[in-house]
């Protein structure tokens, strides 16, 4: 992470981390660590819209080659953390995936105190690193 994170809430960081985490090596015991039930991630690749729920990403992902078996290098970052107030924050983070490179907004509330990935918009935005 390049972002300088002593400012975020230490939940924020966290959260972002096991979010990477799980994007890279597709650790399933912490994707309801990350994503409330009722997210929905949002994408217009390749100009058609894309739209998934919980249930079906979470299904996707554990139906594919995570880009850690895949041998990719881990690289991501959090770009920025804009937090409303105790409960609301919204985070631009980057990472490398499925030969991509990825920016990701992510809507995050802090529910029964714990934050959690309440929605999901991604673009793909260059090509990884070799």
């Not at 960081?13 to 949002?42: G, I, P, R």
């Given at each position: 992470?390049?972002?300088?994170?002593?400012?975020?809430?230490?939940?924020?960081?966290?959260?972002?981390?096991n979010?990477?985490?799980?994007m890279?090596?597709?650790?399933?015991?912490?994707?309801?660590?990350?994503?409330h039930?009722?997210?929905?991630?949002?994408?217009?690749?390749?100009?058609?819209?894309?739209?998934?729920?919980f249930?079906?990403?979470?299904?996707?992902?554990?139906?594919?080659?995570?880009?850690?078996?895949?041998?990719?290098a881990?690289?991501?970052?959090?770009?920025f953390?804009?937090?409303?107030?105790?409960?609301?924050?919204?985070?631009?983070v980057?990472?490398?995936?499925?030969?991509?490179?990825?920016?990701?907004?992510?809507?995050?509330?802090?529910?029964?105190?714990?934050?959690?990935?309440?929605?999901?918009?991604?673009?793909?935005?260059?090509?990884?690193?070799?």
């Amino acid at each position: 992470m390049n972002l300088e994170t002593s400012s975020i809430d230490v939940g924020i960081v966290t959260l972002l981390d096991n979010y990477f985490e799980l994007m890279h090596a597709q650790d399933m015991t912490l994707f309801d660590k990350v994503f409330h039930e009722s997210c929905s991630l949002f994408g217009v690749p390749e100009g058609a819209l894309n739209i998934r729920s919980f249930a079906v990403y979470k299904e996707a992902m554990q139906n594919r080659q995570s880009p850690a078996e895949k041998g990719e290098a881990r690289r991501d970052e959090i770009l920025f953390v804009d937090q409303l107030n105790d409960s609301l924050a919204l985070a631009r983070v980057q990472l490398e995936m499925m030969g991509g490179v990825m920016q990701d907004y992510l809507s995050l509330l802090k529910i029964d105190g714990q934050w959690l990935i309440v929605a999901k918009t991604w673009a793909r935005v260059g090509d990884a690193k070799p």
